[in-house]
């Protein structure tokens, strides 16, 4: 028996590292999926195929990668809900490149939990997405929650730690541009940065905290204005507190100014420190992303994706 389930990259549009700390975010889900495929095994060995790295062990062995922790963790908690299942093998294919901010392993988390929910026909959106939170802690224990919602979910959300999400509504189809630095970061290690940031200077992340809340209430309304102008304007904005925090350096800086000199304002998205930088463009998108092109930055366009987690179950959705 087998199932098969995908979900979508995730791009944070504003609030990344603020939300860990209890302040708003929006982030979008992207149109690059991982698509995962489950299947139960007759010996009790879980086996795990993906770009990152191939495992096969005893139930009772720990998975040596620890990039492969949260899908091994995944499929323990499987096995032992599910006697009847001895064994399960598990393919990953993905079309987000990792560790650049991207959601690359939210969306296996997601997708690894909906394709072994599936095995025993359930299919329960909130569910899934808490055990994909539960499996993304095993490798980055202070996660916000925001990044395996958005690619659980889809769309274009906000999402507050203690609040949830709410979607948020979009006038037509919102365009982005990335930029991926080709740098790899850690996402515990960059939080771990802003958490020490905001022990020695509780005043000032105090108030940037407040003055990322107003941008984000601000970015709300441009969203259902459509003021690509101001979104621009408040990106750049952002931007500066990112700075502050200390999660930029020589190349993103880089990045950013070729990039702001194309499109109406640009920021890092995700964790920083490497990884990918969003604009937002002034005309489409593919024209600004081939632009960047020419200046050597890697670009491409993105759409934000609506459906979410999808799988091959029949279901009815929550
Ligand atoms: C990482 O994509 C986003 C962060 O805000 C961490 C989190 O929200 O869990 C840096």
């Not at 939300?19 to 991982?34: E, M, S, T, W, Y």
């Not at 359930?122 to 055990?131: E, L, P, R, T």
């Not at 740098?183 to 020490?196: K, P």
């Amino acid at each position: 028996m087998t199932c098969t389930a995908s979900a979508p990259g995730k791009a944070i549009l504003f609030g990344e590292h603020f939300v860990v700390h209890g302040v708003r975010a929006i982030l979008g889900a992207i149109n690059r999926r991982v698509v995962v495929t489950s299947s139960i095994m007759d010996e009790p060995v879980i086996c795990i195929r993906s770009s990152l790295g191939n495992c096969r062990h005893g139930m009772d062995e720990p998975v040596r990668d620890p990039r492969l922790r949260p899908v091994d963790y995944l499929a323990k908690r499987t096995t032992s809900a599910s006697p009847h299942v001895e064994g399960l093998c598990i393919d990953i294919h993905s079309e987000i490149p990792a560790g650049v901010g991207l959601g690359s392993s939210s969306a296996t988390c997601v997708a690894t939990a909906a394709s072994l929910s599936g095995l025993s026909g359930m299919y329960n959106k909130d569910a899934i997405c808490s055990m994909a939170i539960d499996a993304e802690r095993t490798i980055f224990e202070d996660t916000s929650g925001a990044d395996c919602t958005a690619c659980t979910y889809g769309g274009l959300i906000q999402y507050g730690r203690d609040s949830g999400f709410e979607r948020v509504p979009l006038r037509g189809d919102l365009e982005l541009v990335i930029s991926d630095s080709g740098v790899t970061h850690s996402t515990d290690t960059l939080v771990r940065r802003v958490a020490v940031f905001a022990d020695e200077h509780p005043d000032a992340f105090g108030s940037m905290c407040r003055r990322e809340s107003a941008l984000i209430n601000s970015v709300l309304q441009c969203l259902r204005e459509n003021d690509l102008d101001s979104l621009g304007d408040a990106m750049r904005e952002n931007q500066t507190y990112l700075c502050r925090l200390g999660i930029s350096n020589d190349t993103l800086d880089e990045m950013i100014t070729i990039s702001d000199s194309i499109c109406r304002g640009s920021k890092i998205t995700g964790a920083g420190g490497g990884g990918c930088i969003i604009a937002v463009a002034r005309g489409p998108a593919n024209d600004a992303a081939r632009l960047l092109g020419e200046k050597g930055l890697d670009s491409f366009a993105v759409r934000i994706d609506r459906a979410g987690l999808k799988t091959d179950i029949p279901h009815i959705s929550p």
